[in-house]
């Protein structure tokens, strides 16, 4: 544990955002896969949830969650699912 206040600041702060970033992680992986078993299942709502799925990806690249090739690469292969389903 630290001793100097500044240090046991930090801790608390990197707890905070991490609680954040876990948050922002995990809604992005279930819109993923809602948007996957959408394109899967053919349901009529694909292109809706695969676009929602999109914007959380942008979201957490700009967020620095994601680093921009891993979420060009993420978007890219939802968009080739859903392009190979219509």
Same mark, same amino acid.
């Given at each position: 544990m630290?001793?100097? @206040?500044? &240090?046991?600041?930090?801790v608390?702060?990197?707890a905070t955002k991490?609680?954040?970033n876990?948050? =922002?992680?995990s809604d992005l992986k279930t819109n993923i @896969?809602? &948007?996957n078993l959408a394109i899967e299942s053919g349901s009529e709502n694909k292109v809706e949830a695969v676009? =929602?799925?999109?914007?959380k990806i942008d979201k957490a690249a700009a967020k620095g969650i994601l680093h921009k090739n891993t979420a060009a690469?993420?978007?890219a292969?939802?968009?080739?699912?859903?392009?190979?389903?219509?």
């Open positions: 630290p001793n100097i @206040k500044s &240090a046991k600041k930090r608390k702060v990197i991490t609680m954040l876990k948050a =922002v992680n @896969k809602k &948007a676009r =929602v799925a999109m914007k690469r993420r978007k292969a939802l968009a080739r699912k859903l392009n190979a389903s219509a």
